[in-house]
């Protein structure tokens, strides 16, 4: 429970900050992952299913933050809400994503689960 929290404020601080400069930033997407895994470990302690957990919901949190950014650099150039393009057309939102992904998206996501299994294993000790 405290590593899916710890992605959702994750995911809305890395989507913030890519949303403001308009770029994704590979060390972010490194310290999202780190604090998912620190938090499954933290509190779960030294199950060999944690750092596996935590890697999965650090996946799903720079996703979440690349749809967030996605969102941010959308509202500001329609002058609307962020919130409502997130929730109220998240399937154009997913399409955008999936349109301006890359290679070096994948590299955030890699970065992100190794980052929270290696997090987790460290807070666990």
Do not use: C, H
Not at 19 to 39: K, M, N, P, Q
Not at 51 to 63: D, I, K, Q
Request: charged content about 10%; hydrophobic content about 60%; proline content about 2%.
């Amino acid at each position: 429970m405290a590593a899916l929290v710890a992605a959702l404020v994750a995911a809305g601080v890395y989507g913030g900050i890519a949303g403001a400069i308009e770029r994704e930033i590979g060390w972010v997407a490194i310290g999202v992952g780190f604090l998912v895994g620190f938090a499954a470990g933290k509190v779960g302690g030294p199950s060999p299913l944690l750092p596996v957990a935590g890697a999965v919901l650090s996946l799903g949190a720079v996703y979440l933050g690349q749809l967030v950014g996605i969102a941010v650099i959308i509202a500001k150039e329609l002058d609307v809400s962020a919130t409502d393009i997130f929730f109220n057309n998240f399937g154009l939102l997913n399409e955008a994503w999936g349109e301006s992904k890359d290679l070096m998206t994948f590299v955030f996501f890699a970065f992100a689960a190794f980052a929270s299994f290696a997090g987790a294993k460290k807070a666990a000790e």
